[in-house]
């Protein structure tokens, strides 16, 4: 930790001070701002000067044993928010909750970096924490943590979704902040994303943080791998994996043959991380036969998909049938009138394959509805 209070009760905070006056706060005594008890200065050749509890089994608001890394980012960052003129506090107790942010933002926006693997259910606890006492929390993950080529659970926990970036994190390493953005995973579970870096002390740090909620190009290039996909199924099917069965039954159900499913079955989208693209393209095409506006549609798949806690599951879900609808409306099989919509061809025939665009080119009755969603998640960053 880089905060401490002295015995007066004044809190100072390392970041504020050179290594010789470093070396003359040692001499004196520290307390833990949160549970008050007595900290030792460490302030050794390698690691960047600290304090750290003399007994820390009591302490419940600090994690001790902070790598070199995460106090390092803790200070660079916090320097990059303080030279832009942000409210910027290190290790700022919030007693209501018992936790201390690594930083917190203009009193309302919590920075955790998180270095080292972290239980769900320990990362799920802390946010609904913040965000029930009306804090926004953005959770940057260290390279330890970083993203490869196969999602953890963590990850997975961590993910928030825009309309503009679609499923997203925030990575950070030892020079830059990382957007990762326009997640994706493909039926052999690997994953696609793009990623863009911001170096530390460049541009807006605000900005950058405000960026997934704004309009920006962004170009997520997908070839489709029919036969790729076909193989998995396939070998799905052979290996009687449940998933597959069962989602050929629904096929059954519906007059299709899984194996036999068109190429659009099997398009990226744009976001289908949390939910078989699949089944949901499936279940759409059923539900376009029984209901004919776009609320009635999304409330019907509300309940079936689980989304990571800090996605707005309603947004992410309008979303969803925002682009498939619009896909199907590319293939003329559904025209919008006003608020309704028409199926005008038969949805048992196979259709014919289609270039994957952007969700940038959704249309514009369709994004408003999901527009009208994302004001309220918007404003929370860019009000910060
Ligand atoms: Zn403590």
Not at 4 to 32: D, P, T, V
Not at 155 to 172: D, K, P, R, Y
Request: glycine share 2%; charged share 20%; with cysteine.
């Amino acid at each position: 930790m880089l905060s401490a209070i002295n015995s007066q009760g004044r809190k100072i905070c390392l970041l504020n001070h050179c290594s010789h006056e470093i070396s003359l706060l040692k001499k004196l005594e520290w307390f833990c701002p949160a549970c008050h008890s007595p900290l030792i200065l460490k302030n050794g050749s390698i690691k960047q000067a600290h304090f750290a509890h003399i007994s820390s089994d009591i302490c419940e608001a600090y994690s001790e044993n902070e790598s070199e890394a995460h106090l390092t980012l803790k200070y660079q960052l916090a320097k990059w928010f303080q030279e832009q003129q942000n409210d910027c506090q290190i290790e700022y107790y919030l007693p209501a909750l018992k936790q201390i942010p690594d930083l917190l933002i203009n009193h309302r926006l919590a920075i955790e970096i998180q270095c080292s693997p972290l239980s769900i259910e320990r990362f799920n606890a802390r946010t609904i924490n913040y965000l029930s006492h009306g804090y926004q929390v953005i959770w940057l993950l260290g390279e330890k943590i970083r993203i490869k080529s196969k999602l953890t659970r963590l990850q997975f926990a961590m993910c928030s979704f825009s309309v503009h970036s679609g499923v997203f994190l925030w990575q950070i390493d030892q020079k830059a902040l990382v957007l990762i953005e326009m997640l994706h995973i493909s039926l052999n579970r690997s994953i696609y994303f793009q990623k863009q870096a911001f170096n530390f002390f460049q541009g807006l740090i605000m900005d950058h943080f405000r960026l997934p909620y704004q309009f920006h190009s962004n170009r997520l290039l997908i070839t489709l791998n029919q036969t790729k996909n076909k193989q998995v199924v396939c070998r799905g099917l052979y290996y009687a994996n449940p998933q597959w069965l069962s989602l050929q039954a629904l096929c059954y159900q519906n007059g299709l043959v899984l194996q036999n499913l068109t190429d659009d079955f099997y398009n990226p989208g744009i976001f289908p991380l949390f939910y078989q693209p699949i089944r949901f393209r499936i279940e759409i095409r059923r539900f376009l036969k029984k209901f004919r506006t776009f609320s009635e549609l999304v409330m019907n798949f509300t309940d079936e998909f689980q989304t990571p806690i800090q996605i707005n599951h309603q947004l992410f879900i309008s979303a969803l049938v925002a682009f498939e609808l619009q896909c199907l409306m590319r293939q003329k099989i559904l025209i919008i009138n006003k608020n309704k919509f028409k199926v005008i061809n038969n949805l048992n025939l196979q259709i014919s394959t289609f270039e994957i665009q952007s969700p940038l080119q959704i249309n514009q009755w369709l994004s408003k509805k999901v527009r009208d969603g994302e004001r309220n998640e918007e404003r929370k960053i860019i009000d910060s």
